[in-house]
């Protein structure tokens, strides 16, 4: 378990990197002669050199790149935010206006997502399809290791980016979130930054690439709330099974500086006087809970759990159904952007405002439904009309019905339907937040039932008037986000996201035990679940769906015919060699009689060997003579499960390992065949 | 970098042992005819049975063997509390009761401190020499897989919790802390319940019993402050260089049970009305710190970092005095009683209150320089004797000497020296509490700084009227403790155990930047110190101190002499190669003359095979027609990096790898073996 010297290795690359590579200078300033401007534009790329070198003295180039890379992702969040608020004000103001006129006002209701959805959709699916979904499954494949250039193009993050504000634009009926398309954007920006990083410095870093793609991912999720700490955790918990201490610091430095950008932007926009939490409470500091409601707190969780698997199964289910049905999967195919329209359609006439929407109060936007819910004030109790709030209270939305606990039971009735529809939908979304909102409500409706109780049971002992129910909202939507992705960060990231430390016990406890009953049975996680139903070759998916996949010896998976040479191979095999294989690395054998493995030689010595017997004329030559062959690093034998094949692979770092029985060479494993042998296992199930 | 298929390997195992095993129940139900009460006993076995059974269906045994752990060492932590209170307490009534008695007072106020570490100190000598120090330099060791049973002892357990109390009853004149021998403590439970859960579930689980110990670490953080997300992060930060995700529930379950019972310990104590941090502050909620504030962060978090630098500087160059100093060697080896008396003395005379003390607020013990230390007033302008607070307030304690800051001045240029000089006493002590209440120290001077300058210098502009000083003080303890071991979660322990969430970001950024600042030039952190001091075979330690080193070759270290057998080996052979090795894998090889490596046997079945010989009085039996030979799983090259063997083993979780070159075998490596190795690297540095 001890891999930290690779980043002392990298140390030392980015001290060599910074002593500025002359030829890589030399190279930059030899200016096109044909070119105008030659003095001009000599003295600017002095400038930037020397900018250059300036920099380099302070810190390596990279962490440049992930400071960069984390204001460019806090910027682009807060741009989505200020232009999904300015489009859902615009329909606010439009339906506010037709007041008085309940068709238009039903029609401005209903056709405004509709049309967002299905304009989405088919901006989506005609420039670029891979933008769909959340992207968190596809970047998990990734960062283990398979290559998916797909979905790391610049017009990938411009689809996903526009058609990401049409969604959220469509608003709290469509009910969906930003967390997963933010984590597949900033990976892509990360590549470009990682790429840009490798130009400067004017030398080739494999690693570092890896490495910042990891980051991005974290900062991925920091940016969307501002939240560095449990961002980072969460990506983590969700991305990896195993996490290198050493990415710890990029990680951090660079949600660090992205959370905070984020923060001064809503400063600066005017939405605070300083940097604050994103969905700020005032829970009471002096006694935030009893130490009796901590079994409440237990309870709660053993409930979200239970709910999340209820929910898991209908979510497995429906994908299976939207797999399976022919008329389904006929739309999905053929015609995205009518099914996104109509079934947002469909959502936003069950949440009109004068019909079935006032039971769920359906006028607020996510971020309201969420402050609303973590209101430290009871709802079943208080006089409304005493509320100071500036503006239009959320509480009010609640109670439009007359009871706001009314309310709380059909919104958690009705939008759990309404999300498995949504999930549905051909568009890049996120599944995160309205997961977080739904525990919320759950916690909520258990924290006022717990508050009720107290205060019509126990007024005897007044001891327990001041039950807080916004904290068991808290805990509810730690809980069941936790449960449903299989993670505990949602617990840090409730408290970092509503500044509350008073509650992290309870919260923590809470999670801990949704999380108990949502892992019990193997049940796949949500994301594990999308990995699935999408095929993509990532192993600790394919284990949690089936345990005995990755313990499959290597042997059974393996493509004999594999390309080899033996140790005294003329120019003719040498020819045939490279003509067959693409591999960098082919391996060489002692004959192909004993097939003992004696090591591999470099494709591009194979090049020159050939090269050389060409000017030299002779045939003769055999591969020993010219080529050096490099002993082997590490022998498996096929009876190595495709796990420590794929865990040897990624903790070596190489490209390709050979596979011999008993000296005998069996195949090679490289990173494409481990794609394939993945993608065949994916099938099986 | 996938291994989650183990957790789900496991918990198969855990399902079968849950169907209770008939022959272990028979095993334990066999009662030995001779001993008393036979019927009684059966029905007590049989309820038990039942118990286990009960247990077993809700989930399995480790889990409660966890929250054991958990639990145990929150009361363990909370005990030591309470009697270290005692005995300080003790110490300062009969301080007070000397009054008038200046000569008197000098002695009680030097000796007490100075009897207790030179009882702790012989009494540690005496009885378990192994027990001095952090603790935390050796689980690491154990952690990355090499076993040292001497630390794993139950009179280690004792020895150490008597010697830490009486050393944590000295009180903050020899200032030191808690949380490594914590950590070390909480391991040796871990073994225990560890064996204890193997036992009672009847089948060997050797993964399970590092998982074990993996929780105890984090468990030992968490149960000192009650802290249980960021004592699992530092837990991770500091002991691994890899973490595997599937002991991220277990982690945290059993530090949430721990920080659960700590706080009820300490509610039903009476020291609060309700679960809260342990130094709880009371920051403005409204306006925590002005945005432009965020540099002067930054600048503290570069401050704190050099500081760090020059104190691990000293710390280094004292750790070697003490080693070459042969007055000092002399004095650690035979009279380790007598040299902690003495310097506890001199320490202890250093701080006596009426002379040098009153400049460094030594009558303060360590919770309450901390709690001062966070206070939000400012100290420079505030008027004491306005104070509402119940009991001597601290602030009074700073200003004996006439002004607070100058006392502040003082207390940081002596501490650092004592400090030093404390670290080389021969007890079980935490280094870390120190360090935190330094960094505050230095945080709270510059806050100091900030305040009296924004308050006299911007005093036109009206708008800087209220910084606080004790944020900074929060971001110094977070920044300096996280310079010096290295590490970011001390960040996140800092909001932890104030409960004070509002400062996230401005702490996070100074710990990244103090980190920056030490991390830079390779320096080893404050643990690697201790490590390479102590010559532990501890790579990640030995990769801080020379970059190099893990990169030799294995084919360099390997010792050549390894047993092997060949193919068609007779009973001689064999009964040669079992009195020779230990080994419980022999590598078998083609035959002596061309080394091919074929796989190995188990000793198990070579002992059975010379039984069998024995029987049968025939000498002609071969070892391929009796035994299986087992297929190696991996075969390393001699020119794989010492690192790239060590993570092979552990990513494997085999116990013998062997060493091929071209197919013929070169050498084996076992973990004792690879003990072997690092503790020969950690010789030539």
Redesign the interface.
Known sequence: ?????QS??E??DRERANQSDPSCDTILLQADPWKPCQRSRATVKEWLLRLRSCLGTV?GMEWYGYAALGISMAVLSFLVDLSVTKLLRAHQWLYLKLEGNGLLQFFCWTLYPACLCAAASSFTDNICPFSTGSGIPEVRTML??IEMPHYLSLTNLFTKLVALVCTLAAGSTIFLGKVGPFVHLSTIVGAYFSNLCTLIQGNKKERAAGEMLVVAAAVGVASCFGA??SGV?FS??VM???????H??PC??SA?CG??MF??LS?WSGDG?????LFKTNFP?S?????LE?ILFALLGLLCGAVSCCYLFCHRRVLRFTKTNPFLVKALTTEKGLYSGVVALFLASLTFPPSAGQYMASKLTMKQLLTSLLDSRQWSSQSHNASVQPGPDPLLEWSSSGSPVLSLAVFLLVKVWMMVLAWTLPLPTGYFMPVFVYGAALGRLFGEGAAYVSSTALTSSQQWASVNPGGYALAGAAAFSGAVTHT?SP??LA??LT????H??PV??AT?LA??VA??G?RPSFYDALSIGKRLPH??SL??AS?RL??TPIGQVLESRSVQLQKVAGPAEVQHAVNTSTDQQIPVVDSHESQ????FVLRSELLMFLRHCETDGTLEKHLDEVCCIH??????????TV??A???L???GVQTLCV????RLVGVITWPEMKRILEDLAKEI
Do not use: M, W
């Open positions: 378990n001890t891999l930290d010297s002392a290795g140390d030392n810190c283990a290791g560095p700490i955790l983590v918990e990896c099974s195993h996490f290198a201490l050493r710890y610091c951090f430095f660090a959370a905070l923060r001064l400063v006087e300083t940097p604050q939490a500091s006694l935030p809970f009893y130490p901590i505990l617990a840090l408290l970092e500044g509350q430390f008073s992290a016990l923590l406890l801990l999380n108990a892992r019990s193997h192993l600790p284990v949690k345990p990755p313990f003992i493995v004696l090591g002993p082997n690093s590490v022998l498996l034998s096929p009876h190595n796990q420590e794929h865990g040897i990624s903790l070596l011999a029985d008993r000296g």
